[in-house]
């Protein structure tokens, strides 16, 4: 079953202008993960934040987490070309190290 | 480089025929895990092995069968019985204790003729 759902599901956007994506889950959990996916790849961790984290922050990445509304947000600052991508969180609500993943949100960067 | 290797990058099958998805890592990781992707959607666990000779059903594990003989490998076979096989598969693997990213592979798409 989905627990994450990301929001917006696409965007697109001009190079240099910040993206903002969001992740809301149901169940309580100890870590939320955002990913990235170039057409046709795998996936590449981008940035984990624990549920005792508010605020995470990677090169041009910032990730927050809200565990009272069960949301997280990835913002992508100074945004390029090459960001253009799905974006996908997941949490660890499945156990045992397993995720569960959301939908994604696809995100368009024009040059 | 330490990674994950899936091959083939691309598999038809025929009708009424299984095919085997192959996955190696040599990241020493004990967890591994195969993902279906449809398009425009996300991920969703097949199965997972924590540790060899060790696996569990995710939540579509009906037509896939999987065995786990050694650390470095997870293969995954599409049986006949899976009706939609058609789909880009993921296999990931992640290290021990909580917390822990996963490393993913290229995928593998499969597709009927």
């Known amino acids: 079953s989905q627990q994450g759902e990301e929001d917006p599901q696409a965007l697109s956007i001009q190079e240099g202008e910040n993206a903002t994506m969001n992740c809301s889950y149901k169940?309580?959990?100890?870590?939320l993960q955002w990913y990235r996916q170039n057409s046709g790849r795998g996936l590449v961790h981008l940035i984990l934040i624990r549920s005792n984290e508010r605020e995470k922050h990677s090169g041009r990445l910032r990730v927050t987490l809200d565990t009272s509304k069960k949301s997280s947000s990835l913002l992508i600052t100074a945004s390029r070309a090459a960001d253009t991508a799905s974006y996908f969180c997941?949490?660890?609500?499945?156990?045992?190290?397993?995720?569960?993943f959301g939908a994604g949100t696809i995100l368009r960067v024009k040059s | 480089d330490g990674g994950i290797t899936q091959s083939p990058k691309y598999l038809f099958r025929k009708e009424g025929q299984n095919v085997t998805l192959s996955c190696e890592q040599n990241l020493n990781h004990d967890a591994m895990y195969w993902y279906r992707q449809d398009p425009g959607q996300g991920l969703r666990l097949i199965y997972y092995?924590?540790?060899?000779?060790?696996?569990q059903k995710g939540d579509i594990a009906e037509g896939y069968s999987v065995s786990r003989e050694k650390k470095e490998s997870f293969p995954l076979t599409v049986t006949s019985a899976q009706k939609n096989p058609t789909a880009f598969y993921l296999c990931a693997s992640t290290g021990t204790g909580g917390n822990q990213p996963q490393h993913f592979g290229d995928g593998t798409r499969l597709s009927i003729l």
């Open positions: 092995s924590q540790i060899v000779n060790d696996f």
């Open positions: 169940t309580s959990i100890n870590n």
């Open positions: 997941a949490t660890d609500a499945g156990g045992g190290n397993k995720l569960v």
